[in-house]
């Protein structure tokens, strides 16, 4: 990346139907003192804590979220955070545990994100996005 770009949007592959309003909030939201911003649903399954395929309890969703892609950081940011923590499962992880440990100044913000930026993770995800890309084209065209 060319050093002189002020932001970076890091976006999973794995989510290509992603609107474009996505995108134009996350870094809207990039204001004075956001070292990220990524697009967000709240979770709307019930979660339960397992051990095998034995129930242990049910999680409170209260203040849960699912995060999307696009993320986005800036450039002296995510420079600063990337390969430090191999366990991290995004670079929002990243920040996150820099802001804890006091080695960067700021807060993650997330805005609403959208259904339509589904993650494609097993084969049965692909076919729903494709019914959905299809749809898509149909109202559009």
Do not use: C
């Not at 930026?117 to 065209?141: F, H, I, N, Q």
């Amino acid at each position: 990346l060319a050093a002189d770009l002020p932001l970076v949007a890091l976006h999973d592959a794995a989510r290509p139907l992603v609107p474009v309003e996505v995108v134009r909030r996350v870094v809207a939201a990039m204001g004075d003192g956001v070292l990220a911003a990524a697009p967000a649903l709240p979770v709307a399954d019930t979660l339960k804590r397992v051990d095998g395929d034995r129930v242990l309890g049910t999680v409170d969703r209260d203040g849960l979220v699912g995060v999307q892609t696009p993320q986005v950081f800036p450039r002296e940011v995510l420079d600063a955070v990337l390969g430090t923590d191999a366990s991290a499962t995004d670079e929002l992880a990243l920040v996150e545990r820099h802001l804890a440990a006091g080695r960067v100044d700021g807060r993650i913000v997330i805005v609403p994100g959208s259904p339509f930026a589904a993650k494609v993770t097993y084969p049965e995800d692909l076919a729903l996005l494709d019914l959905v890309a299809r749809a898509s084209a149909e109202v559009a065209g």
